[in-house]
Nanobody, 126 residues
Framework: QVQLVESGGELVQAGGSLRLSCAAS????????MGWFRQAPGKEREFVAA????????YYADSVKGRFTISRDNAKNTVYLQMNNLKTDDTAVYYC???????????????????WGQGTQVTVSS
């Protein structure tokens, strides 16, 4: 069982930056594909960004492309989400998720992921 703990969410003004972190309990973290999703009040949980286990290609939702960057440090069992030029529409609870290598290749699909964190709140004020 992989435990994921997100941190870094807070209140920030529009145009500002935040870096979210997600620490994994599992030493096999380096074999998991990792993703970030978010859920705003009254909306479905949506894909934000994902990265392969080897730290290769990253994928982004169109709404965050060019502003957000996902990265991972397998030595620290941690995945990051650097968020720049934040907008009020980015306000949401952000969730980290881990997918076993055999769980599928569509990293933008929620059901690909086997483990989820509890989420961290990001609030962007105008």
């Amino acid at each position: 069982q992989v435990q994921l703990v997100e941190s870094g969410g807070e209140l920030v003004q529009a145009g500002g930056s935040l870096r979210l972190s997600c620490a994994a309990s599992e030493r096999a973290f380096s074999t998991y594909n990792m993703g970030w999703f978010r859920q705003a009040p009254g909306k479905e949980r949506e894909f934000v960004a994902a990265i392969w286990w080897f730290g290769g290609n990253a994928y982004y939702a169109d709404s965050v492309k060019g502003r957000f960057t996902i990265s991972r440090d397998n030595a620290k069992n941690t995945v990051y989400l650097q968020m720049n030029n934040l907008k009020t529409d980015d306000t949401a609870v952000y969730y980290c998720a881990a997918a076993r290598p055999d769980s599928g290749t569509d990293l933008s699909f929620r059901n690909t992921y086997n483990y989820w964190g509890q989420g961290t709140q990001v609030t962007v004020s105008s």
